[in-house]
T-cell receptor
Framework: DAGVIQSPRHEVTEMGQEVTLRCKPI?????LFWYRQTMMRGLELLIY????????DSGMPEDRFSAKMPNASFSTLKIQPSEPRDSAVYFC???????????FGPGTRLTVL | SQQGEEDPQALSIQEGENATMNCSYK?????LQWYRQNSGRGLVHLIL?????REKHSGRLRVTLDTSKKSSSLLITASRAADTASYFC???????????FGKGTRLSVIA
């Protein structure tokens, strides 16, 4: 398996634009997590899915953020409209179970100007 | 939600020395995991220790768990420059409570 795949690796956009981040988890992993990392706040859990169903989205900062998982091999995190304070590295991770070790993707570095 | 807190926040040592990082948590756990993050990369799982285990080894890594003190330590022996990274602990409990990382320990190994 190629591991968790994220795209794009880097995204630079202007304030107000829509941003879509993509993730392909490891095949067979039932759990998918979206994290955001900044120097100020560290790693924040935004949302996680179990078998494509969102279980807890309490970490999603605002209504501007939304996440979907239309099938077991694909998830998106969308920010609309984007703001400069959304600039961060966004990681996707997957695991077999909620307490199993997580496999992280390489992350998407988002810069909102 | 569960959250481990790593200590110290930053650690700088010479190559060949041992590095010890600690993690404290507040509630009962099912297991505790340690991760490493190299600059600009995603986190990599290092080792998992279950609540009924007291010590675990993996290569140059040694993890201990003291559930009575709600703490864990990660020891890296004979450190190398390549061990320079941030190290995070992650605690998990029974049920589907969200799993939250602490702020991490930044380890610098100087050649």
């Amino acid at each position: 398996d190629a591991g968790v795949i994220q795209s794009p690796r880097h995204e630079v956009t202007e304030m107000g634009q829509e941003v879509t981040l993509r993730c392909k988890p490891i095949s067979g992993h039932d759990y998918l997590f979206w994290y955001r990392q900044t120097m100020m706040r560290g790693l924040e859990l935004l949302i996680y899915f179990n078998n494509n169903v969102p279980i807890d989205d309490s970490g999603m900062p605002e209504d501007r953020f939304s996440a979907k998982m239309p099938n077991a091999s694909f998830s998106t995190l969308k920010i609309q409209p984007s703001e400069p304070r959304d600039s961060a590295v966004y990681f996707c991770a997957s695991s077999l179970g909620p307490r199993n070790d997580k496999y992280f993707g390489p992350g998407t570095r988002l810069t909102v100007l | 939600s569960q959250q481990g807190e790593e200590d110290p926040q930053a650690l700088s040592i010479q190559e060949g020395e041992n590095a010890t990082m600690n993690c404290s948590y507040k509630t009962s756990i099912n297991n505790l995991q340690w991760y490493r993050q190299n600059s600009g990369r995603g986190l990599v799982h290092l080792i998992l220790i279950r609540s009924n285990e007291r010590e675990k080894h993996s290569g140059r890594l040694r993890v201990t768990l003291d559930t009575s003190k709600k703490s864990s330590s990660l020891l890296i022996t004979a450190s190398r420059a390549a061990d320079t990274a941030s190290y995070f602990c992650l605690t998990s409990s029974s049920g589907n409570t969200p799993l939250v990382f602490g702020k991490g320990t930044r380890l610098s190994v100087i050649a």
